[in-house]
């Protein structure tokens, strides 16, 4: 995935739409998925993040791993739980000198629910709550995905 810097960006402001830098992530990803059994996936991403030039500011390195478990109830059903790891892995940089005792980190868990039509769409419903979460805003979060074939 690539990342641009779009939205609008004013470094004055506390919140922005916009990031203001570049960042491309690689992505891998992994699946089990049974109707009538054991349903895992794991995606992990590494997360490289270019240089704000209006701040001078680049924001660290970071690993995600995103995952599920579930079991299948036979009729388009899966019920599990899901969440995510995160962690910074290099420090932040500001002016090119390190931001000491900066770096983010976060796990979630939580519960999950999907129905699979067998048709070519699917739909889950997630709940995570997050814990260990160092220097990044901490919260929980609920999800809605839709799938759907053009």
Not at 117 to 131: A, D, P, R
Request: glycine share 14%; no cysteine; charged share 20%.
């Amino acid at each position: 995935d690539f990342f641009a810097p779009t939205g609008r960006y004013n470094r004055t402001d506390l919140a922005n739409i916009g990031r203001n830098y570049w960042a491309v992530h690689g992505i891998a990803g992994v699946s089990r998925i049974d109707p009538s059994g054991l349903n895992a996936d794991a995606k992990l991403m590494y997360a490289l993040n270019a240089k704000n030039k209006d701040t001078d500011y680049r924001s660290g390195d970071e690993f995600i791993v995103d995952y599920d478990a579930g079991w299948g109830l036979g009729n388009g059903w899966v019920l599990g739980a899901g969440g995510y790891l995160y962690r910074q892995v290099t420090d932040d940089k500001q002016a090119g000198a390190t931001v000491p005792d900066n770096k983010g980190r976060a796990l979630a868990i939580g519960p999950s629910i999907k129905y699979d039509s067998g048709k070519g769409w699917f739909v889950t419903l997630k709940y995570q709550t997050e814990t260990g979460v160092r220097n990044r805003a901490a919260g929980n979060a609920l999800w809605l995905k839709a799938v759907f074939p053009l």
